[in-house]
């Protein structure tokens, strides 16, 4: 399983008074599958996931419902189109991990 994010943009002050915070919460979407691969997209909490990466912690990962947000209801009803085309932010699509794009 890949997470992904087609956020890039990371404002540094943000990121520092997450690792003050100790604040390392990520919220994901649910594993969705495309073409054979499983995938789940941050949503929330890049600063978070930078702060984690810096101070080299696992990132606390949340998964979010459709009742903590409305678009986790698109992958349910098999709409992933529109559930990315809500979440890309800067860039496009890329693998956390990695850095490689994905589409």
Not at 17 to 31: I, L, T
Not at 36 to 54: K, N, P, T
Not at 69 to 84: E, K, M, P, R, S
Request: charged content about 30%.
């Amino acid at each position: 399983m890949q997470t992904i994010s087609a956020q890039k943009f990371r404002d540094e002050a943000t990121v520092e008074a997450k690792r003050a915070a100790g604040d390392y919460e990520v919220f994901v979407s649910p594993v969705f599958e495309i073409e054979g691969e499983q995938f789940r997209v941050i949503m929330d909490g890049h600063h978070s996931m930078e702060a984690a990466i810096l101070d080299g912690v696992e990132p606390d990962f949340i998964e979010q419902s459709a009742r903590d947000n409305d678009t986790v209801a698109l992958i349910a009803a098999g709409d992933i189109d529109d559930f990315l085309a809500a979440h890309r932010n800067d860039c496009d699509y890329y693998d956390i991990a990695t850095g490689h794009d994905i589409w």
